[in-house]
């Protein structure tokens, strides 16, 4: 199985300011003859399911504020909150589905400082 | 607009058996991947399980493999999941999600709001 992890575990951050989350595969989710890193982004709020942000690694889904943007690729990918907002608090996760089984990182929770 | 309802949660004993329904709306049930995944309490998420009924396909996690079985019924667009020989471990919020990606293994949503079993005894 592709192990996830993401960096760090806890990330407490101003109103405004830039979060940055990182998350490293195992292995390259890059599929070579399409040029795609097979990754996504979630975000979860307190109580709620988890709701996707970004696919493809880098795409945003369908009414996903542009604050948030991803980057990376091959082993090392990054969600961005280019400026915080209150409603950003929550817990943030990494996927691949470049192999079977899907996996996901731990886990990133976003805090306001 | 797409909608996934779960239901079937509950408190059951180490060893029975519980089915949970995840009942589909606001697209063609049939035409999308559907999986279960879970998530413990404070915890991670886990995939559990995948059906794909356009290519006949089924797969489960070391974790609940046969123990657990995933099918669908298309005349109601209802995704289900027995779950046998329950063990503490199973303990989760159990969710409901579509495939967004091109075939079986892809991207998840959305998400229904979960369902919550409890192995106990």
């Known amino acids: 199985d592709i192990v996830m992890t993401q960096s760090p575990d806890s990330l407490a951050v101003s109103l405004g300011e830039r979060a940055t989350i990182n998350c490293k595969s195992s292995?390259?989710?890059?599929?070579?003859?399409?040029?795609?890193?097979?990754l996504a982004w979630y975000q979860q709020k307190p109580g709620q399911p988890p709701k996707l942000l970004i696919y493809?690694?880098?795409t945003r889904d369908s009414g996903v504020p542009d604050r948030f943007r991803g980057s990376g690729s091959g082993t090392d990918f990054t969600l961005t909150i280019s400026s915080l907002q209150a409603e950003d608090v929550a817990v943030y996760y990494c996927?691949?589905?470049?192999?079977?089984?899907?996996?996901f990182g731990q886990g990133t929770k976003l805090e306001i400082k | 607009q797409v909608q996934l309802v779960e239901s079937g949660g509950g408190v059951v004993q180490p060893g029975r058996s519980l089915r949970l329904s995840c009942a589909a709306s606001?697209?063609?049930?049939?035409?999308?991947?559907m999986h279960w995944l879970r998530q413990a309490p404070g915890k991670g998420l886990e995939w559990v399980a995948v059906?794909?009924?356009?290519?006949?396909?089924?797969d489960y996690a070391d974790s609940v493999k046969g123990r657990f079985t995933i099918s669908g019924d298309s005349s109601t667009n209802t995704l289900y999941l027995q779950m046998n020989s329950l063990r503490p471990e199973d303990t989760a919020i159990y969710y409901c999600?579509?495939?967004?990606?091109?075939?079986?293994?892809?991207?998840?949503?959305?998400w229904g709001q979960g369902t919550l079993v409890t192995v106990s005894s």
């Open positions: 999600a579509r495939d967004r990606g091109v075939s079986y293994r892809g991207w998840f949503g959305p």
């Open positions: 606001g697209f063609t049930f049939t035409s999308h991947a």
């Open positions: 059906k794909s009924f356009a290519e006949s396909y089924e």
């Open positions: 292995q390259s989710v890059l599929y070579s003859s399409n040029n795609k890193n097979y």
């Open positions: 493809w690694a880098l």
């Open positions: 996927q691949q589905y470049y192999s079977s089984p899907q996996t």
